[in-house]
C-alpha cells in the first residue's frame, strides 16, 4: 500500500543511519508521524512514552531503494501484479516506475495498486516511432507514434489526461547487432517531445544504448538513460553532452548481465554468449567513466524482462555498479537519492531527512561496507507504512483482480459520441506487430437506421500470421475481469466478405476463440461459450473472468480485408 491511511507513529532506536545525503552513517532514533519522518535524535535517545518502538541496534537504515525502469508483464518473474509488489516491498524498494502499462490502465491499476502491500508504482506513458523499438506490437494506443517535432508535441498534449508520472521514449533502434535495426528518432522530433513534456512537468527517460544517440539524448535535455551505452566506449564528448542536458544515467545492467543464475554451460559455450560478455564489459566500462566523469548515476533495472527478476535486479543493479567500480556509497546514492533527484521528487523522498515520506528499509548488515548486505532487509516501509518484515500484512495470495458484476448484457453498440464502448471503455486495435505488419484502420460510422457500428479495414502484412481486429475492454484499460459466468455466450451483428473471422473472448486464463463466416448483408452471430475452442488441453470455462471481447481476421498475408461490428451483448 502506498498511502498514510495505516500509517502508526513510530520510533527506530539506537539505529544506523545511511540518510541519503552524502553524509557518513550515524547513529540516530528515527521518527515517523503520519507518514513522514517527524524526529530524527542524533543522541539516539529512546522512544517516547506510548510510540510504538523498533529496536534498531543491530540494523541499518536507508532510505527505501528506487528502481527507475520495470515492467509489470505476465512474462516476468514474478508474473502477477499483487507478487510482484511484494518482491520489490521484500527487496526493500520503494517506489518503481513501470514502463509497460496503456495509459488507459493507469487510473485502475493506480487504485488497485494502492490496496496491495508494495512501493509506490508510477507509470511511464510510452512513445517511439512508427517501426521503432516498444512500437513493435503497434498497439498505438500503448505507445504513441511520432516522427516529427509537430506530433511529438501533440502526441505529449494527448497523454496528459491520463496523468503519466513520466514518458518513456524508445529513441534508439539498434538491436545489438543480433537483429534488423529499428527506426530511431531523429533528433529534432526528440527535442520537440522533451520541450513539450517539461512544460508540462514530465521528466523524459529514453531508451538509448549506443554513444552517439546518448550524445542526442544529453543534446536534446532527455532526463534520464535508462538503458546502458553499449556499442562504443563514451568519451568527454558524451560525458559533457550528458552533464550539459543535466542527464542521468541509469543503466540497467542487470537485464544485461549475460552470466545469470540460469544461464546454463551449454549457454555460456555458444558464440553469442562472448558477444553479449563484450558488450556488457562495454556497459560496465562505460558506467565506471560516466560516473567520474560526474554524470548522475541513477537506478534502473529493466526487471520484468526474462531472467531479470523483480526485487533482487534492483539489488543486483547496485552490486553490479561496485563491480563496475563505484564505490559502494555511490552505488547506494544511486538507488535513493540520485534516483529521486533524477525523476524529481527528491523534495518528497529518496532521503533520510524530517518532513519527507517515511520510504525506509530496515537491513541487517551495512552495504555500504559489504555491497551484498542489500539482501538482508528486515522490513519495508513505504509512507510510514510496514509493507515488508515482521508485523506486515500477510502476502496476497490473489493474482488478478477482484472481478466485477455485470448488470448489463450490452457490451457495445458504438452508439456514443465519444466513441467508447456501452462498458465506458476504449476499443483498441490489435494488429499484428513486428519489422513486417499490418496497418489497420477502424472507427465508429453511422449508418442511418441503425446508429453507430464500427468499421475495420486493412492491408494485412506479407507474413504467415497476418492479423487485424479490435478489442472491446470488459473494464477500463483491461484491468479489472468481469464475472460473464451467468451467461451462456456472446451475440453481435456483423458483415463482412464471406471469409472466416475469429471471435476471441479473452480471460485472465487464457483466450478462447471460434471462428464464424459473414457476408456483406448484416447477420446475427451467437458463439456460446462452450463453443469456443480453449486456450490450452484441459482448461476449463468459467466465465467469471472475462478481460476482453476480440473480433480478428487472420489470412493470408497480401490481403485487404474489412469488417463492421454492431451491438455486441451477453446472452
Same mark, same amino acid.
Given at each position: 500500500m502506498t498511502g498514510s491511511s495505516l500509517a502508526q507513529d513510530l520510533a527506530i532506536t539506537n539505529v544506523t543511519v545511511f540518510d541519503g545525503t552524502g553524509a557518513e552513517p550515524y547513529r540516530a532514533t528515527v521518527m515517523f508521524d503520519d507518514g513522514l519522518i517527524s524526529a530524527i535524535d542524533k543522541a539516539a535517545g529512546p522512544a517516547p512514552a506510548g510510540v510504538p518502538a523498533i529496536d534498531g541496534s543491530d540494523l541499518s537504515l536507508l532510505p527505501g531503494f528506487f528502481d527507475l525502469h520495470v515492467h509489470y508483464t505476465p512474462i516476468g518473474q514474478p508474473a502477477t501484479t499483487p507478487q510482484i509488489s511484494q518482491e520489490y516491498a521484500k527487496a526493500g524498494v520503494t517506489s518503481v516506475y513501470d514502463f509497460a502499462q496503456a495509459p488507459e490502465a493507469f487510473a485502475p491499476r493506480r487504485e488497485w495498486l494502492q490496496s496491495l502491500p508494495g512501493p509506490r508504482v508510477n507509470f511511464a506513458?510510452?512513445?517511439?516511432?512508427?517501426? &521503432?523499438? =516498444?512500437?513493435?506490437?503497434? @498497439?498505438t494506443s500503448t505507445t504513441k507514434w511520432v516522427n516529427t517535432p509537430y506530433a511529438a508535441t501533440e502526441a505529449v498534449k494527448e497523454l496528459l489526461p491520463y496523468q503519466p508520472d513520466v514518458i518513456k521514449v524508445f529513441t534508439d533502434g539498434w538491436r545489438y547487432g543480433s537483429g534488423v535495426d529499428n527506426t530511431s528518432m531523429n533528433e529534432p522530433t526528440l527535442t520537440a517531445l522533451v520541450e513539450e513534456a517539461h512544460a508540462n512537468g514530465l521528466k523524459v527517460l529514453t531508451h538509448t544504448v549506443t554513444k552517439d544517440r546518448a550524445e542526442i539524448a544529453g543534446r536534446s535535455g532527455v532526463d534520464v538513460i535508462a538503458h546502458s551505452v553499449l556499442d562504443k566506449h563514451v568519451d568527454q564528448v558524451t560525458i559533457d553532452a550528458l552533464k550539459n542536458g543535466s542527464t542521468a544515467y541509469a543503466g540497467t545492467l542487470a537485464v544485461y548481465n549475460p552470466d545469470k543464475l540460469e544461464t546454463t554451460p551449454f549457454e555460456r559455450e555458444h558464440p553469442s554468449f562472448k558477444s553479449r560478455q563484450a558488450r556488457f564489459q562495454v556497459g560496465l566500462d562505460n558506467m565506471k567513466a560516466l560516473y567520474e566523469g560526474g554524470v548522475l548515476i541513477a537506478l534502473g533495472t529493466d526487471a520484468g524482462m526474462p531472467r531479470t527478476p523483480h526485487g533482487y535486479s534492483t539489488l543486483s543493479e547496485m552490486e553490479l555498479m561496485v563491480r563496475a567500480g563505484l564505490p559502494q556509497t555511490a552505488a547506494l546514492m544511486a538507488g535513493t537519492s540520485n534516483s529521486a533527484r533524477a525523476v524529481g521528487v527528491y523534495d518528497q523522498r529518496?532521503?533520510?531527512?524530517? &518532513?519527507?515520506?517515511? #520510504?525506509?528499509v530496515l537491513i541487517a548488515g551495512k552495504p555500504w561496507e559489504n555491497i551484498s548486505d542489500l539482501h538482508k532487509t528486515k522490513y519495508t516501509f513505504v509512507g510510514g507504512e510496514k509493507v515488508y518484515g515482521e508485523g506486515a500484512p500477510a502476502p496476497i495470495e490473489a493474482t488478478v483482480m477482484a472481478s466485477s458484476d455485470i448488470t448489463d448484457t450490452l457490451i457495445? #453498440?458504438? #452508439? +456514443?459520441? @465519444?466513441? +467508447?464502448?456501452?462498458?465506458? *471503455?476504449?476499443?483498441? =486495435?490489435?494488429? @499484428?506487430? =513486428?519489422?513486417?505488419r499490418s496497418w489497420q484502420v477502424f472507427e465508429v460510422i453511422d449508418d442511418g437506421d441503425r446508429g453507430g457500428v464500427l468499421h475495420l479495414s486493412a492491408d494485412l502484412a506479407l507474413r504467415e500470421d497476418a492479423r487485424a481486429g479490435i478489442v472491446v475492454p470488459m473494464n477500463v484499460g483491461s484491468v479489472q475481469p468481469a464475472d460473464g459466468s451467468a451467461y451462456k455466450g456472446v451475440t453481435f451483428d456483423a458483415r463482412g466478405d464471406d471469409k472466416p473471422y475469429t471471435l476471441v473472448v479473452?480471460? *485472465?486464463? =487464457? +483466450?478462447?476463440?471460434?471462428?464464424?463466416?459473414?457476408?456483406? @448483408?448484416?447477420?446475427?452471430?451467437?458463439v456460446p461459450f462452450k463453443d469456443l475452442i480453449a486456450p490450452a488441453d484441459g482448461a476449463e470455462w468459467t466465465g467469471d473472468n472475462i478481460v476482453d471481447v476480440r473480433l480478428l481476421v487472420k489470412r493470408p498475408g497480401g490481403d485487404t480485408v474489412w469488417f463492421e461490428l454492431d451491438n455486441v451483448k451477453f446472452f
Amino acid at each position: 500500500m502506498t498511502g498514510s491511511s495505516l500509517a502508526q507513529d513510530l520510533a527506530i532506536t539506537n539505529v544506523t543511519v545511511f540518510d541519503g545525503t552524502g553524509a557518513e552513517p550515524y547513529r540516530a532514533t528515527v521518527m515517523f508521524d503520519d507518514g513522514l519522518i517527524s524526529a530524527i535524535d542524533k543522541a539516539a535517545g529512546p522512544a517516547p512514552a506510548g510510540v510504538p518502538a523498533i529496536d534498531g541496534s543491530d540494523l541499518s537504515l536507508l532510505p527505501g531503494f528506487f528502481d527507475l525502469h520495470v515492467h509489470y508483464t505476465p512474462i516476468g518473474q514474478p508474473a502477477t501484479t499483487p507478487q510482484i509488489s511484494q518482491e520489490y516491498a521484500k527487496a526493500g524498494v520503494t517506489s518503481v516506475y513501470d514502463f509497460a502499462q496503456a495509459p488507459e490502465a493507469f487510473a485502475p491499476r493506480r487504485e488497485w495498486l494502492q490496496s496491495l502491500p508494495g512501493p509506490r508504482v508510477n507509470f511511464a506513458a510510452r512513445m517511439s516511432t512508427t517501426n &521503432g523499438h =516498444g512500437a513493435d506490437w503497434s @498497439d498505438t494506443s500503448t505507445t504513441k507514434w511520432v516522427n516529427t517535432p509537430y506530433a511529438a508535441t501533440e502526441a505529449v498534449k494527448e497523454l496528459l489526461p491520463y496523468q503519466p508520472d513520466v514518458i518513456k521514449v524508445f529513441t534508439d533502434g539498434w538491436r545489438y547487432g543480433s537483429g534488423v535495426d529499428n527506426t530511431s528518432m531523429n533528433e529534432p522530433t526528440l527535442t520537440a517531445l522533451v520541450e513539450e513534456a517539461h512544460a508540462n512537468g514530465l521528466k523524459v527517460l529514453t531508451h538509448t544504448v549506443t554513444k552517439d544517440r546518448a550524445e542526442i539524448a544529453g543534446r536534446s535535455g532527455v532526463d534520464v538513460i535508462a538503458h546502458s551505452v553499449l556499442d562504443k566506449h563514451v568519451d568527454q564528448v558524451t560525458i559533457d553532452a550528458l552533464k550539459n542536458g543535466s542527464t542521468a544515467y541509469a543503466g540497467t545492467l542487470a537485464v544485461y548481465n549475460p552470466d545469470k543464475l540460469e544461464t546454463t554451460p551449454f549457454e555460456r559455450e555458444h558464440p553469442s554468449f562472448k558477444s553479449r560478455q563484450a558488450r556488457f564489459q562495454v556497459g560496465l566500462d562505460n558506467m565506471k567513466a560516466l560516473y567520474e566523469g560526474g554524470v548522475l548515476i541513477a537506478l534502473g533495472t529493466d526487471a520484468g524482462m526474462p531472467r531479470t527478476p523483480h526485487g533482487y535486479s534492483t539489488l543486483s543493479e547496485m552490486e553490479l555498479m561496485v563491480r563496475a567500480g563505484l564505490p559502494q556509497t555511490a552505488a547506494l546514492m544511486a538507488g535513493t537519492s540520485n534516483s529521486a533527484r533524477a525523476v524529481g521528487v527528491y523534495d518528497q523522498r529518496g532521503s533520510i531527512e524530517v &518532513g519527507k515520506d517515511a #520510504d525506509v528499509v530496515l537491513i541487517a548488515g551495512k552495504p555500504w561496507e559489504n555491497i551484498s548486505d542489500l539482501h538482508k532487509t528486515k522490513y519495508t516501509f513505504v509512507g510510514g507504512e510496514k509493507v515488508y518484515g515482521e508485523g506486515a500484512p500477510a502476502p496476497i495470495e490473489a493474482t488478478v483482480m477482484a472481478s466485477s458484476d455485470i448488470t448489463d448484457t450490452l457490451i457495445a #453498440d458504438f #452508439d +456514443r459520441e @465519444d466513441g +467508447r464502448s456501452s462498458r465506458d *471503455t476504449l476499443v483498441v =486495435g490489435d494488429p @499484428d506487430g =513486428g519489422m513486417e505488419r499490418s496497418w489497420q484502420v477502424f472507427e465508429v460510422i453511422d449508418d442511418g437506421d441503425r446508429g453507430g457500428v464500427l468499421h475495420l479495414s486493412a492491408d494485412l502484412a506479407l507474413r504467415e500470421d497476418a492479423r487485424a481486429g479490435i478489442v472491446v475492454p470488459m473494464n477500463v484499460g483491461s484491468v479489472q475481469p468481469a464475472d460473464g459466468s451467468a451467461y451462456k455466450g456472446v451475440t453481435f451483428d456483423a458483415r463482412g466478405d464471406d471469409k472466416p473471422y475469429t471471435l476471441v473472448v479473452a480471460t *485472465t486464463e =487464457g +483466450r478462447w476463440s471460434c471462428e464464424f463466416e459473414v457476408g456483406e @448483408d448484416w447477420e446475427t452471430v451467437s458463439v456460446p461459450f462452450k463453443d469456443l475452442i480453449a486456450p490450452a488441453d484441459g482448461a476449463e470455462w468459467t466465465g467469471d473472468n472475462i478481460v476482453d471481447v476480440r473480433l480478428l481476421v487472420k489470412r493470408p498475408g497480401g490481403d485487404t480485408v474489412w469488417f463492421e461490428l454492431d451491438n455486441v451483448k451477453f446472452f
